[in-house]
């Protein structure tokens, strides 16, 4: 079985017990406005550009047949540090079919697509490779995105697999998906990282596009089939960073079983030039900074962790 894998980063230490292989695989079914990983939001390779490789060569603009491709005028641009970390090339999502012609016309490997097929024994060779450290540190394998549940089947094979060779699994998931599929989850997974954004309905489908009923059902199904699980939220500001959400969010998570952890996830606006880069709307384009110290230990009263 294939599924359509992103990224593999290793020697993660923050997304479960000791040290993990986060394997990072393709879709999301939500549109949260603040994704941190852009890329993993479409279930299918994706064109990106890397601005570092570029030599502003212009080739692959030529090259393009769609006209899906545009360049910044050097020209015009001003003197100095380029303007955008180097974004040279705007792609025009709406008119690329994702031919490949301007990938093959790049010089420096600059375009590529994102994602790749691979199988679960191959994602598993890779992971495999660090398994002297998950041993001495109770680690093993997270699997992250985009989300796992977009690919259900891939990422339950994948977790068989590894707990078949003894590592502890770990999944990051924002829980939409049929409860009967989530329960299939249970047995191969030794924890559940799971974002809620919002308790309040419409306050979610703000800011993800869709409604949280099925969410907050599946977790109250994790909590009473005894699953271990860490609740996290993720705090943006002008979206879920409000008294009134952090509150809602910590009543909720104490209310599924007294033993799951809530955990406030900082802001992080280095996604930005990601969105810009990609030509992609960053809609929170305007904030810059992080939630200071202070702001946190705030956050973090409201919700009862301090
Ligand atoms: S993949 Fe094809 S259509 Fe898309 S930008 Fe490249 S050349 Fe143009
Ligand atoms: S992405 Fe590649 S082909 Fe396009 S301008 Fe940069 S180096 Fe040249």
């Not at 540190?137 to 549940?149: A, F, H, I, K, N």
């Amino acid at each position: 079985m294939n599924g359509i894998v992103f990224d593999i980063r290793r020697f993660s230490i923050h997304d479960g017990d000791g040290i993990r292989s986060s394997v990072y695989l393709k879709g999301c079914p939500l549109r949260c406005q603040w994704c941190q990983n852009p890329e993993g939001q479409d279930g299918r390779p994706t064109l990106w550009h890397f601005p570092s490789k570029c030599i502003e060569c212009g080739d692959c603009v030529a090259a393009c047949p769609r006209g899906a491709l545009s360049s910044r005028d050097k020209a015009a641009a001003p003197k100095g540090p380029k303007p955008d970390a180097g974004g040279f090339i705007r792609i025009d999502r709406a008119r690329c079919d994702e031919c490949g012609a301007c990938v093959e016309a790049c010089p420096t490997a600059s375009l590529g697509f994102v994602g790749r097929p691979m199988s679960v024994e191959e994602v598993l060779d890779e992971v495999l490779a660090d398994a002297v450290f998950y041993d001495v540190s109770g680690g093993g394998l997270t699997l992250s995105g985009g989300d796992p549940v977009a690919q259900p089947d891939f990422s339950l094979a994948l977790l068989r697999a590894a707990k078949a060779k003894g590592l502890t699994t770990a999944i990051e998931s924002c829980l939409y998906l049929s409860t009967a599929k989530l329960l299939e989850f249970l047995p191969v997974t030794d924890l559940f990282l799971a974002d809620l954004k919002a308790v309040d309905p419409v306050l979610h489908n703000k800011g993800t596009g869709f409604d949280n009923a099925l969410i907050l059902r599946n977790l109250w199904e994790l909590a009473d089939a005894g699953a271990r699980m860490k609740v996290r939220l993720p705090l943006i500001p002008g979206h879920t960073a409000t008294r009134e959400n952090v509150e809602a969010v910590a009543a909720f998570v104490r209310s599924l079983r007294g033993d799951i952890e809530l955990e406030l996830l900082n802001f992080n606006p280095l996604a930005r030039d990601k969105y810009r880069i990609a030509g992609l709307t960053y809609a929170l384009d305007g904030v810059s900074t992080r939630f200071s110290e202070e702001e946190m230990r705030r956050f973090r009263s409201w919700a009862g962790l301090s």
